[in-house]
Each structure stands twice: as structure tokens, then as C-alpha cells.
Nanobody, 122 residues
Framework: QAQLVESGGGLVQAGGSLRLSCAAS????????MGWYRQAPGKQRELVAT???????NYADSVKGRFTVSRDNAKNTAYLQMNSLTPEDTAVYYC????????????????WGQGTRVTVSS
């Protein structure tokens, strides 16, 4: 089994920055794609950014140029640096990872974290 734990959320004023972390732990062989998603009140969960194990990234149009996703494979951790935040970025941010467990390294399992809340005040 594996677990994802997000941290770094909080309350910030518009124009400010936050850095989210997602630490994976457990019986992990390796992690393929890692991603950040968010869900605002009354809205569906949406993709924010993804990063492959080799560092290739993909971003939602709404965050391009403001958010940066990165990862440390040795620590099984992903990060989301969020700059120039606006009230529209207010949401619960979730980490997602395709984890290859030691017990079955040929078939990745999809895991979600519990989420971390980001609130941006105007």
C-alpha cells in the first residue's frame, strides 16, 4: 500500500504565493505520473498540473505562467509552487500519483491524497 499526504495549504492574499508538497510513502517501487488537481466549492475537480518521472510537465491554461510543478524522485515527493494567486485559485488541492508497489511493480495503482485547502482573499 501507499499513502499520499499533501501539505502547505492555507490562507493567502491575492498576489501572494504558496508552495504545496505531496509526499508519498509506503511500499513503493517507483512512481510514474504525479499530478495536482483542485476542486472549488460547487465545481468539479479539475486538473492543475502533472509531471512525469522524467520531469515532463503539463499545465491547465488557467495556471500557466503562474504555477510550477516539480518533483524529487528520491523523496517520492511532488511540489506545486503557486505564484500570483487570485481568488479564483481558491479550492481544495489534491495530489494524485500512479504508484508502482514493491509487491506489483509492473502495474501502477492510482492514489489520491486527502487534499489541502487553499484560500485566496481579495
Amino acid at each position: 500500500q501507499a499513502q499520499l499526504v499533501e501539505s502547505g495549504g492555507g490562507l493567502v492574499q491575492a498576489g501572494g504565493s504558496l508552495r504545496l508538497s505531496c509526499a508519498a510513502s509506503g511500499s513503493i517501487s517507483s512512481i510514474d505520473l504525479m499530478g495536482w488537481y483542485r476542486q472549488a466549492p460547487g465545481k468539479q475537480r479539475e486538473l492543475v498540473a502533472t509531471i512525469t518521472s522524467l520531469g515532463s510537465t503539463n499545465y491547465a491554461d488557467s495556471v500557466k505562467g503562474r504555477f510550477t510543478v516539480s518533483r524529487d524522485n528520491a523523496k517520492n515527493t511532488a511540489y506545486l509552487q503557486m505564484n500570483s494567486l487570485t481568488p479564483e485559485d481558491t479550492a481544495v488541492y489534491y495530489c494524485n500519483a500512479a504508484v508502482r508497489l514493491l509487491s506489483r511493480p509492473h502495474s501502477p495503482w492510482n492514489y489520491w491524497g486527502q487534499g489541502t485547502r487553499v484560500t485566496v482573499s481579495s
